[in-house]
């Protein structure tokens, strides 16, 4: 049911928009004044010029700089406009633009009407914002708020996109996949007035669905398969990745999967699963280089804790702490070493290899198993212990004993066994007159060495091997291991050489809400109680940041642009109103999937994406979102739908990282130890782009040609360039290759008989769209001059099905294959297959 | 063509009035710097020079592992004399050290003597045969200092200003502000050799990363062995026609498609598959040096593309001439905690007589003027020894050696303690050297920003000077 007012192509100019609105001084003002005078006159006192700050508006009047209502007599004005070099603000030396007229003609318009400050959006308390009601209907308080805003511009938003796109835009939101024709053509011709709900359900209940979410998060907490600093060493985590899947399958509430990656470890009977999930704060940059200092690094995984706390939760940039105040917010130096104090308790080596982690079993049946061998062990002992201290009790046990064949023999050891001289003494007493001590001193040396014995020892090993070797099999997981926690100092200027620094406990960030006293009044706060506050009603920050960075994934943008910065030098919201209703929406219950649920469900989701040039001349950044966002795939989407269409996709859920195809020798540059790629074989070579080994400092160069990040850092927002490397990957990389030979495989067996109904059944297959006369017309002239050329040169033919591990159908000729693998490929190079419309 | 081309104005226009913010400006982003279907190369945000650039493009060689200054270019006759004894506690004390923790710190003499060549008199190791001979064209700057001690972090910090992971590197910073002059190669090229030696520490990808600029500054890495540049190569059986096939029809169905969707991504990507399909052919040819006559092939000392430093000078210089913007050398295995003597020798062996013929190849070709060359590694190494026979990581004094566009030749500026331990006159930061570097490119380092976190990134962070002394 469509709810908007629509008007085909009502474009109104740009002159028709509301005159002048009032001035705001978050949206319009403090932009200004933060880039061009905080860096000196703001909340970092020690570079502060002239002891003058103008973030308090009490000491900027008292200091003269405004006075409310009269511009012309404000210093600032004076001081902007001035001739004069040496008083001129902002002074040529900050290389700082001179203010434009605009910009001056605010700052004018906020001072005549008397100067008045509010606070940061983001750092105000969260409270609910009434759903406006605008004229055209809507049942979706995320409409309302959009219309409202639309109709006071006078901007009509674009009609519902047709089925086949929205259909296709849903699957590759929800999944990161196409939708099979089959699923198309179901939707399309759903009559049920509910058939697009029952879409998003489906999809929403999909086990792919955490898979996709999963992608977001992980390069948002830094998701990589090796240790990044150096030579770049694996580390055991991907049992992590599944856990993240698994938690947005299963829609588990935002502040437990908070609390259970921050502080799993610390929670009461925490689960495998929880502890697992703790594995978050081991998936920092770490070392094994030789002559590292451990002191440096402490330092350095500290501050890659915090940036990545500041940046994943608090959604900014706390890390701008780690050697001063920050510029532009009220986080302080201390903040910084507070929140890293959180931390200190995590026990990791400072230098050197991560270690195999702990072993995990990942279904139940390994869950026993594992018990079963690891119970073994200790009962073999206990068995052993038994016999051993039966055995001494015989007449005859020690009849003979010197010649007993050595249990252990060397390579030039004696023969027989080694007897200690304090054995040998009591042996040599009569057996009535040994103590009890000495007694008790036989039975390890006849469990040990005994010959009769050796069945119970082999047992031993054994099950200690079975053991072992059964861990060996299993998924390990760097878990968190808290301990006595490590001293945390602020750090003077960020040296970790300055010990002057005083010692800093947990804390959070002073500015906002404290956390609970502490039980007693005393002691020291952990993780578990930064977890809780993380996600506490009265933090201002975390649902704002979470509930902005969740509308990005289905809208192309943020409704604050900056996804990485909420604090004072990021980007307004557009709808400050919309986010803080959506942010409130998702604290009641942190219901991730009923926000996404409400998200996709908006006539706002489901607008057309086409762009006429004069709606892209009124609002290039669809900042008024009366449109929907087009953008290219994220780089394991656009794998994932290659593998998709042309049917290769193993759509197994999790597991460890695996390796398909990569140009040899790209890892050349690696060392300690020199290492080459080991390509996978079977169906692992088909697995999703989420599940290729990510290696931080050579991450798979098919990913990273479409953006994918090295996920050294926290990335909140993907770049999405278009680039010549693109087309090579798409063009010729085995993988893309391999896709459009068995792509035309199926189109043959499955496409139907004639020529051109195979080129329409793949071209559906791709974009989900029927191909136009023309379209076929330039595929078929693709078809019918390679098929010529490749029967021409059959063993061109050959050495392209060569391609890949996929063994090619033998009932199809290789030249005609061959010319439906161009076909393919063109199919696959598309930029309509790559793009969520 | 001439609808594409109108279209693809017309979305730039629209684009280009709006472009407030670079990062997340999903969809449009690639229109920032176009590079058009029609040979246009590629421009940067910084449409006028904020100074008169005296450099078009920059070389710049890393020798990679910690090249020893006190075995090349910072003679040090005091550190000869008190070989064998401790090094003062004064100078050492409280500072950072890399394997020689916990070590008795003992002086070490440069290992090999020193000769001074040239009118100026360029002081550098008696090893060098070739080098010599372009001694008055050479800045040595001997008071470098770094912030990062170990490699991989000191590798970051001289790439990009800082040793935290993430930041851009100078090859992309330099792109992302003039791009490149060339219309069939990419702006940023990296070329890897390694030594005879086998001290061949990692180099990370993140070396030459764009980080938080778009894509297209990254760096391209050119491979002496398998294809050139990633995925070059036709799959096999596809002939260069038929590849031409299916990138026609991919733009041709592109191309209907914009029409219905009016996409300006979709002329970028068109413009794209018509790069890739010239770089298909323009790697290759650069590649291969047979139109190079045999007695240029010969003053480098180099049979052809063999994945060695003298293969990869002379490279260098090709792709100087074809405009490509800025081309990053890393030579391996300079790290010599042991057997500095011999290593070192090795060493400038391989980097003689091509850093030699290099100059004097850019001279005959009149490029030597407007290119930039930058030679130094990460770090340098500590005046004490180690084990006897080699030298530990060093931050705190190291020389780096510069010529060509826009330095002062014959000149040696600033100079390390006695010892060869602090940089004490002129102390010379990376920051300075990146600052210098942007300079001479027509670049003002504290105006070539990029709005990331809420905050306007630079190369040299909140530092960095002009050090205009080494200027010509």
């Given at each position: ?26 949206r ?21 010029k002239?002891?003058?700050r103008?973030d308090i508006?009490?000491?900027?009047i ?9 511009p012309?007599?404000?210093?600032l004005?004076k ?26 003609n ?27 009601k ?24 674009l ?24 699923d198309?053509r ?16 489906k ?12 992608v ?6 830094r ?14 985590v ?11 399958n ?41 002559g ?67 072993p ?36 005859k ?9 050595n ?19 009591i042996?040599?007493k ?64 960020g ?29 020291r ?10 996600t506490?009603a ?32 990021g ?25 996404i ?8 989701y ?5 762009e ?16 929907q966002?087009r ?49 996978d ?20 160069p ?89 029967a ?13 591990d ?8 290789p ?10 490929r063109?199919i ?10 | ?61 890393v ?18 004399k ?23 710190l ?27 001979e ?16 170990n ?36 702006g ?20 030459w ?30 002939g ?9 029809a ?16 979709i ?34 000392g ?26 990053q ?9 042991g ?9 400038i ?25 930058v ?10 020894s ?5 030298r ?20 040696s ?29 027509g670049?003002?380092?504290?105006r ?9 990134y ?15």
């Amino acid at each position: 049911m469509r709810t908007f007012l629509t008007l085909a192509c009502a474009l109104l100019p740009a002159s028709t928009f509301a005159a002048e609105p009032p001035i705001d001084f978050a949206r319009d003002v403090r932009p200004i004044l933060s880039s061009q005078c905080f860096q000196c006159h703001g909340p970092d006192e020690k570079v502060r010029k002239a002891k003058l700050r103008l973030d308090i508006r009490e000491d900027a009047i008292k200091a003269g700089v405004f006075v409310p209502g009269k511009p012309d007599e404000s210093e600032l004005i004076k001081r902007i406009h001035t001739t004069e070099p040496e008083l001129r603000m902002p002074p040529a030396k900050s290389k700082k633009p001179p203010l434009t007229e605009t910009q001056v003609n605010t700052l004018r318009r906020w001072i005549a009407d008397g100067a008045k400050y509010s606070e940061h959006w983001a750092f105000t308390p969260l409270k609910r914002p009434e759903v406006p009601k605008p004229q055209a209907q809507s049942t979706n308080p995320i409409d309302a708020f959009i219309l409202a805003r639309l109709e006071k511009e006078g901007v009509t938003p674009l009609k519902e996109t047709d089925r086949v796109t929205l259909i296709r835009r849903l699957s590759f939101d929800l999944t990161g996949l196409p939708p099979k024709p089959e699923d198309v053509r179901a939707f399309v011709n759903d009559k049920d007035p509910k058939a697009y709900e029952k879409l998003v359900e489906k999809l929403l209940a999909s086990p792919h669905y955490g898979e996709r979410m999963a992608v977001w998060w992980l390069d948002l907490v830094r998701y990589a398969d090796s240790a990044g600093y150096h030579s770049d060493n694996p580390i055991n985590v991907s049992p992590y990745r599944d856990y993240v899947i698994q938690s947005f399958n299963t829609n588990k509430p935002f502040d437990q999967f908070t609390t259970e990656q921050l502080a799993g470890d610390l929670l009461p009977n925490a689960t495998l699963q929880q502890k697992i999930a703790s594995a978050y704060n081991r998936l920092l940059q770490t070392t094994e280089e030789g002559g590292a200092q451990a002191k440096e690094y402490i330092a350095k995984y500290s501050a890659d804790r915090v940036r990545n706390y500041g940046q994943v939760w608090l959604g900014g940039t706390i890390m701008c702490a780690e050697c001063h105040n920050h510029k532009f917010d009220p986080y302080t130096h201390a903040d910084f070493y507070s929140v890293a104090a959180f931390f200190a308790d995590i026990q990791e080596p400072s230098i050197g290899n991560r270690g195999p982690g702990t072993p995990v079993p990942a279904t139940p049946e390994q869950q026993a198993e594992l018990k079963r061998v690891g119970d073994a062990v200790p009962a073999a002992q206990a068995k052993l212990e038994a016999a051993a201290t039966k055995y001494i009790a015989g007449a005859k046990a020690f009849e003979d004993y010197e010649k007993w064949p050595n249990p252990t023999p060397a390579k030039k050891g004696p023969a027989t066994v080694v007897v200690p001289a304090d054995v040998k003494a009591i042996l040599a007493k009569d057996p009535d007159k040994r103590t009890p001590a000495e007694v008790a001193k036989l039975v390890p040396f006849a469990r040990d060495n005994a010959p009769s014995l050796k069945p119970d020892r082999d047992a031993v090993v054994a099950a200690n091997k079975a053991k072992t070797d059964y861990e060996l099999v299993l998924p390990r997981v760097l878990m968190t291991q808290s301990g006595p926690p490590r001293v945390v100092r602020i750090l003077p200027r960020g040296n970790w050489l300055d010990d002057s620094g005083p010692i800093m406990k947990p804390n959070t960030p002073a500015f906002l809400p404290p956390l609970p006293p502490l039980a007693g009044g005393a002691g020291r706060y952990n993780r578990l109680d930064l977890a809780k506050w993380t996600t506490s009603a009265e933090n201002p920050l975390v649902a704002r940041a979470v509930a902005n960075r969740l509308w990005k994934l289905f809208f192309g943008y943020g409704i604050a642009r900056s996804l990485e910065e909420t604090g004072v030098q990021g980007e307004q919201p557009t709808h400050p109103e919309l986010l803080d209703w959506l942010a409130t929406e998702y604290q009641t219950k942190w219901d991730t999937k009923q926000l996404i649920r409400l998200l996709v469900l908006s006539s706002t989701y489901r607008q057309a994406s086409v762009e006429t040039p004069a709606v892209r001349e009124r609002d290039p950044m669809n900042k008024l979102f009366a449109r929907q966002t087009r953008a290219r795939l994220d780089a394991e989407f656009i794998r994932d739908t290659a593998l998709s269409v042309s049917g290769l996709l193993n759509p197994q859920i999790g597991g460890a990282s695996v390796k398909p195809y990569q140009p040899l020798g790209y890892w050349a540059a690696l060392n300690f130890p020199v290492r080459e790629w080991q390509k996978d074989t079977g169906d692992k070579v088909y697995r999703r782009g989420m599940y290729t080994h990510w290696q931080r400092t050579f991450p798979h160069p098919a990913m990273v040609a479409f953006d994918a990040p090295s996920r050294e850092e926290c990335t909140c927002d993907r770049p999405k360039s278009n680039i010549p490397q693109q087309a090579l990957v798409l063009l010729n990389d085995p993988e893309f290759v391999e896709a459009a030979k068995a792509f035309a495989s199926k189109t043959l067996k499955d496409g139907g008989a004639m020529d051109g109904a195979r080129v329409m059944w793949a071209f559906e297959r791709a974009v989900n769209r029927t191909a136009k006369p023309a379209e076929l017309e330039v595929l078929m002239e693709v078809l019918n001059k390679h098929r010529k050329q490749f029967a021409d040169k059959p063993e061109d033919a050959k050495k392209l099905l060569g391609v890949g591990d996929l063994a090619i159908p033998k009932d199809v000729k290789p030249e005609e294959l061959a010319a439906w693998v161009s076909v393919c490929r063109v199919i696959l190079n598309l930029h309509e297959t790559i793009t969520r419309q | 063509m001439t609808t594409l081309e109108a279209l693809k104005l017309h979305q730039r226009r629209t684009f280009l009035t709006n472009s407030c913010r670079g990062v997340g400006a999903l969809a449009l982003s690639s229109l920032l710097t176009p590079r058009a279907a029609n040979g246009e190369s590629p421009r940067g945000v910084i449409l006028k020079p904020h100074v008169a650039p005296k450099a078009k493009r920059v070389i710049f060689m890393v020798m990679a592992g910690g090249a020893s200054h006190l075995e090349l270019f910072d003679n040090k006759p005091e550190l000869k004399k008190r070989n064998g004894e401790v090094m003062p506690e004064s100078i050492t004390k409280g500072q950072p050290i890399a394997q020689l923790q916990n070590n008795k710190l003992i002086c070490f003499a440069p290992q090999w003597g020193f000769k001074k060549h040239g009118k100026s008199g360029q002081e550098m190791n008696e090893l060098f045969k070739f080098l010599p001979e372009v001694a008055d064209d050479l800045c040595i700057v001997r008071s470098c200092k770094t912030e990062a001690i170990n490699h991989d972090p000191a590798h970051t910090f001289m790439n990009t200003g800082s040793s935290v992971s993430g930041r851009p590197s100078m090859g992309s910073w330099l792109t992302y502000g003039i791009g490149a002059e060339s219309a069939d190669l990419p702006g940023f090229v990296v070329l890897t050799s390694n030594g005879r030696g086998g001290q061949n520490q990692p180099i990370a990808s993140r070396q030459w990363s764009a980080a938080f600029l778009p894509g297209k500054h990254q760096g391209v890495q050119l491979r002496g062995k398998g294809d050139p540049v990633l995925y070059l190569t036709n799959p096999p059986g596809v002939g260069s026609d038929q590849q031409k096939d299916v990138i026609d029809a991919v733009a041709k169905l592109n191309q209907m498609q914009n029409a219905a969707v009016d996409d300006p991504e979709i002329a970028t990507r068109i413009g794209q598959y018509e790069l890739a399909f010239k770089m298909q052919t323009s790697v290759p040819n650069l590649m291969d040096m047979k139109d190079e006559p045999a007695k240029v092939m010969e003053s480098y000392g180099t049979k052809g593309s063999d994945g060695s430093f003298a293969a990869n000078c002379l490279l260098a210089r090709r792709m100087a001439q074809k405009g490509v913007r800025f081309i990053q050398l890393y030579h391996r295995d300079w790290d010599h905690h042991g057997g500095i003597k011999d290593g070192i020798k090795l060493k400038i062996e391989e980097i003689d007589q091509p850093l030699a013929a290099l100059v004097k190849d850019l001279k005959r070709l009149g490029m030597f003027e407007d290119t930039l060359i930058v030679l130094t590694g990460e770090f340098g190494r500590t005046p004490m020894s180690q084990g006897g026979s080699g030298r530990d990581h060093h931050m705190k004094g190291f020389s780096v050696l510069l010529a060509g566009g826009g330095i002062k030749g014959g000149v040696s500026y600033g100079a390390t303690d006695e010892f060869g331990y602090n940089a004490e006159e002129k102390v010379f930061p990376i920051h300075d050297l990146h600052a210098t570097m942007l300079h001479l490119l027509g670049i003002d380092h504290e105006r070539l920003t990029y709005k990331f976190q809420g905050r306007d990134y630079r190369l040299t962070d909140v530092h960095g000077h002009v050090v205009k002394d080494i200027l010509a």
